[in-house]
């Protein structure tokens, strides 16, 4: 994978890094009781996308996060406000006759949880790109196997038609760009094994939960020590992840982190431990919009932070070596993890703010600051435990 791509047609159009083609979503949560409902919640896949590709893009590079926001009627003028504080390429689209998307959300005993929508969810494809967000390097897609060929290809024919109906000359290549898929959990079954096969021919990344990818295989859940579910991921990478094969399964596992198995190997990340988890919500969806905008960071801050403080691991420097590609891939996986942790700590979205040294700040907390502290729990980790 590189990140030294540029799509961009001309100067006076917005560079994008990422896009996301998930939902913009109003959640009403309802606790247990005694604990009070809350509402007009900024939620759903596209919006915590949205955030974890934002907090890795920085102040310097939010506006190459593309993402799109359906408001309706009732769209709360407070979400918006919101929202322009992140800076980023939002495309609010205002239809007056219709409401805005919105979810409920129930937890039950042992944090079960329920949803419903509680008015009609509007999709996004590749006909609701802007040209802008259609030339973006990266594309974060949750959604089913079968949808998911459908996105990919549909995005590429129309990048192609822009080029042609521009007649676009260039001395440099618009590259692919690279699709991160995240399976929609109720497409997640025996029953769509093969679709998930043929799906995945058509992506870089592939990103089930550990329950997830077990159903896929008719089971309920996937353990790392377990052979038998190791055998699930690598009969995945065997098949053949993306247009050459040589992609990634990236797992999701919560308190445990990520395993990533590609032909390159397998490498297992911690979860980021210095956060108390309030709601999870939204976790791994601002895992994977941060993943993919770390693929495009390379030379950038965060990048430049993770090399400084691992350079002088030897442990690093073998997953550099392994992985290949001057250790894009775990860099942006770290980068993700670091993300994700901002997510959790709150019902909702993480608060910005921009105080007077200049420093951008997230829950009071500056993301590369928390890059740092996850130089710990890698050394604690790779101390003991040799990469698998």
Sequence with gaps: ???????RLSASEPQIDFC???MFIIDEIEFEAPAPPVKDII????????LGARLVAGKEYSNSVGWIVDCGSDFPEAIKETLLTWDTHCIFREDPNRLSTRGWNGYG???????????????????????????????????SPLRCCELVQGILERRADVLRRLDFKSSR???????VWEPVPDRCCEEELQNLYKAIRYVDVVSPNENELARFFGKTTWENRNGEDREMAEAIVRMGIGPSGDGTLVIRAGKD??????RHGVLHLPAFKFVDVVDPTGAGNTFLGALAQGLMSHGRTPFNIIHEM???????????????????LPAALICAIVAASFAIEQIGMPKISLPADGLE????????????????????????????
């Design 1 to 7: 994978m590189v990140d030294t791509r540029c799509s």
């Design 20 to 22: 996301t083609l998930g």
């Design 310 to 328: 691992l350079g002088g691991s030897k442990a690093w420097q073998d997953i550099q070596n392994k992985w290949g590609d001057e250790g894009k």
């Design 173 to 179: 290549t618009i590259a692919r760009p690279i699709f």
């Design 109 to 143: 005993p042992n944090e079960k949880r329920y949803f419903k929508y509680l008015t009609p969810k509007l999709r996004l494809d590749q006909n609701s790109l802007t040209r802008s967000l259609l030339m973006s390097n990266t594309f974060h897609m949750v959604c």
């Design 43 to 50: 939620g759903g896949a596209g919006a915590y996308a949205a």
């Design 361 to 388: 700040y997230w829950n009071g907390s500056h993301y590369t600051d928390r890059l740092l502290l996850y130089k710990e729990q890698f050394m604690d980790m790779y101390d003991t435990v040799s990469e698998r």
């Design 257 to 262: 982190g990520c395993y990533t198995f590609s």
